[in-house]
Every structure is written in C-alpha cells, then in structure tokens.
C-alpha cells in the first residue's frame, strides 16, 4: 500500500521543477550597530578589515594569526580577553567589530548521545546542527543553506521552500556553537590529537545543498582546516553533494575534502524521480566526474550514499548494477536505511533486504556500512533536518524588511 503510495508520489514528482520557487537572500554583510562579525573572514578578508580600522600594513599577518587563534582555538568571544593585544587596539577592535556565532534556539539530546541544535541566524531564519558522538570520534553535521533549492522526495529538507544561503561565518559558526555546548576549548598550549577531540570530523550532511553555497563552504572549510583555526584535516572533512557536477573538479581543486555523493539508484530513471538534479547531470556524467577528482584513491575514497527504500531501489538488480556502475573508482558504499518523517512517500527496507543488498558490494569488493541512524527519537537523523518552526509563507517584501534588507 505504502510503495503504491510512494509511486504515485514519484509519478507526480516527474512533473515538479528540479528547484522549487524560492525565496534566496544575499545577506546583510554588517550588524545594525555598524559592526562586523569576524567571523567566517578569510584570511584576506580579515587583513582587509584590519588594515580599514588603521592596523599598520607590516603587522597585518601577524595581527591575523593572533585574531585566528583567539576566535577558532580558544573560544573567545570578548575582545578585551585578548591579552597579547595592546589595550587600545582591543578597544579599537571592539568599536569595529564583534565575534558572534549562531544563537541556540532549543537543544535536543537523544537517547544515544546525539545532538540537535535548532539555530537562528541572521534575518530570524531557522537552521539545525547535529552532533554525532561515537566510540572513536565526534562528528558535527553542518547546513550549507536554510532549507534546500533542490526536491530530493526523500528528503525532509528537500520539502522546506524559504532559502538563503548561509554565510562562511554561519557555517563554520556551527561548529563553535557545538563546541560552545560541549564546552570544548583547549587550554592554551594545549594540542589534542585529532581523534580525542570531541569534536574531530565534521560532514557537510545537513540542510542545504553545499554546492550551491560553494564559496561560503570553501572559505568556511579553510578556516576549519587552517593550523591557526579549527585544525582538523582535511581528510577528517566529508562534503556531501547530490550531484552538482561542474562544481565537484572546484571542490577538489579548492577546499580538497572528502567526497559522498547522495547516489541513491542505479537508473536514471529512477535517479531522475528520487534526485531530480539527475535531470541536469546523469548518472554517466556525475561517474565521469568523479573519476576525475583528484587524489582518489584506496585511502582516499569517495563515499556513495545510497538509502534504502523498500521496493524502490533496494534489489539485488540493483546492487549488481551499482557495483557495475562505480568499478574502477575508489569507493565505499554508506547504505542509509531511510529515515521517516511526517508525511514521507516512502518506507525503509527491510534488515535483512538490506542486509542482502550489502552483501552483494561487499563480495564485489567495496566496503558496505549499514549507516546506524543516529537521533531518530529527537528527527535528527539524515534527511529528517527541516526547522519545526518554520513559519508559515511569507511574501518577499515582508522576509526582506524582517531581514533589514529593504532598500538594499
Ligand atoms: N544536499 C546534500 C547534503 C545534505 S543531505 C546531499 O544531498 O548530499 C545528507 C544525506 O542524507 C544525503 O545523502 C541524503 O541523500 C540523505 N538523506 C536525505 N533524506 C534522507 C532520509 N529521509 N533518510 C535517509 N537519508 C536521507
Ligand atoms: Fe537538498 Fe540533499 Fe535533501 Fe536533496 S537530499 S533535497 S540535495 S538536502
């Protein structure tokens, strides 16, 4: 009953347009009191700033670093704790600009550990953050953009409408937010290896599509890979996409993270009703891409996310084709079973369907990890992320005056 339902979901999805209409802002740059956030600056960027409230030119590196390190390692937020700075330029700093991060709305803990964070940003928008505690890491799930442009029918996200992009502050706040929580600042001096962190990995997994955020993301993922910022590696970095493919030889080239591709079939037909983008970049020309990405290798392999939806894409046919499909590319195979939100098209396939399915990679020589759901109690497991407060519609003139962006 439920798959007849699915399908007729998917029957009309065929006529959907691959983005829905969307509200997307550009976002105010500067607070209503004038000042900056610091936040999110790229090195440049910040040296610009600098240099604009009269640091001299020969200290403007310098100047950045210490800024860096005060921000990104150590947490903090107060100017006038800066005590390698001298005390007027502190004052100077905090005339100018501010250090802000997302505020928390609401925090939910899950039964397993899981975290979910409900954020505001700027303009009043609704984004959410999960943290993902485990034996040997602590993963923090960041949104690119308020909502997604794209309709996966799977996908939660996929249903909200009101978008923007997120800013590279907003991004790589997210994890100082989650750090914040986990009252995770290393005492000065202080390196802890990447593994004992709390926070040691951070996925590109939440809402939004980051490729279509791309310049936000990259700066924001500099700053987290930066030895004066976040200091993770680059290796511990997994940016999902669903298939944006003229942006994925720029991700490689420019921020060098890992890679998960949200495949989810083996048709395009399919592909084209589960992934609309499919429609613009299929499945022959998102493999094609993924062969060129750089650095691909037995240790450096590309992730496919494939969630199993029962009698959709969960046969043995289909692990066959997708095995057929992805030789030749340094892979592992994440088989999501589907999580389930309020009105969802669709059912997860059975354990031991799924379990069958895994095994077919598996022999054909790919890793298969059955992805766990994390924070299904409190719906923040993959694809259930949409803001439970978000607001009825709003007209484009009301959401730009709330933002402070009218007349801009
Ligand atoms: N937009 C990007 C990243 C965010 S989605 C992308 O699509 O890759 C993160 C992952 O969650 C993707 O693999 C997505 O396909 C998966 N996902 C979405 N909805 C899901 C659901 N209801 N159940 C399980 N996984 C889901
Ligand atoms: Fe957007 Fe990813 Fe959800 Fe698709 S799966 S709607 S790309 S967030």
């Not at 209409?21 to 936040?39: K, Q, S």
């Not at 493999?287 to 650095?295: C, G």
């Not at 766990?372 to 993959?382: F, K, L, Q, Y």
């Not at 407060?389 to 709003?394: H, P, S, V, Y």
Request: proline share 5%; with cysteine.
């Amino acid at each position: 009953m439920n798959e007849l339902k699915g399908e007729s979901r998917m029957a009309r999805k065929e006529l959907s347009p691959i983005t829905p209409e969307v509200v997307a802002l550009p976002r105010r740059p500067v607070r209503p009191d004038g000042r900056r956030n610091l936040v999110g600056l790229t090195r440049d960027r910040l040296a610009e700033a600098l240099a604009a409230i009269g640091t001299p030119e020969r200290q403007l590196r310098m100047r950045v670093g210490q800024l860096w390190q005060w921000i990104y390692q150590k947490g903090v937020r107060d100017f006038a704790a800066m005590t390698n700075l001298a005390k007027d330029y502190r004052a100077k700093l905090a005339e100018n600009f501010v250090i802000a991060v997302p505020e928390i709305v609401s925090r939910q803990v899950s039964a397993d550990g899981t975290r979910k964070y409900l954020l505001r940003v700027a303009g009043g928008h609704e984004i959410e953050t999960v943290y993902i505690p485990e034996a040997d890491r602590g993963t923090v799930c960041v949104s690119s953009q308020v909502g997604c442009t794209l309709t996966c029918s799977f996908c939660h996200t996929g249903t909200q409408k009101l978008v923007r992009n997120l800013t590279a502050g907003e991004i790589v706040g997210q994890v100082m937010v989650v750090r914040d929580d986990l009252g995770e600042w290393p005492k000065p001096g202080r390196h802890p290896k990447d593994e004992t962190r709390l926070v040691s990995n951070i996925v590109l997994m939440g809402m939004g599509e980051p490729l279509y955020n791309f310049e936000n993301v990259r700066d924001a993922m500099k700053i987290a890979m930066d030895h004066e910022g976040i200091s993770l590696s680059r290796r511990r970095i997994t940016l999902s996409t669903s298939g944006v493919v003229p942006m994925i030889e720029r991700a490689g080239a420019e921020i060098g993270c890992m890679l998960a591709i949200s495949f989810h079939a083996t048709t395009d037909e399919v592909r084209d009703r589960l992934v609309p983008i499919n429609r613009k970049w299929n499945i022959a020309t998102l493999l094609e891409a993924l062969r060129q990405y750089p650095r691909l290798s037995n240790s450096e392999r590309v992730t496919f996310e494939y969630v199993m939806l029962k009698g959709i894409n969960d046969s043995d046919e289909d692990a066959r084709r997708l095995v057929k499909l992805i030789s030749g590319i340094p892979a592992k195979i994440n088989l999501i079973p589907f999580n389930p939100w309020p009105g969802a098209p669709y059912e997860r396939s059975e354990q031991d369907r799924i379990r069958a399915f895994a095994d077919i990679i598996y022999k054909a020589g790919y890793a298969s990890p059955i992805r766990t759901p994390r924070g299904e109690d409190i719906m923040a497991a993959c694809g259930q992320l949409k803001s439970a407060t978000e607001r009825a519609r709003k007209r484009r003139a009301e959401i730009e005056a709330e933002a402070g962006l009218a007349g801009e």
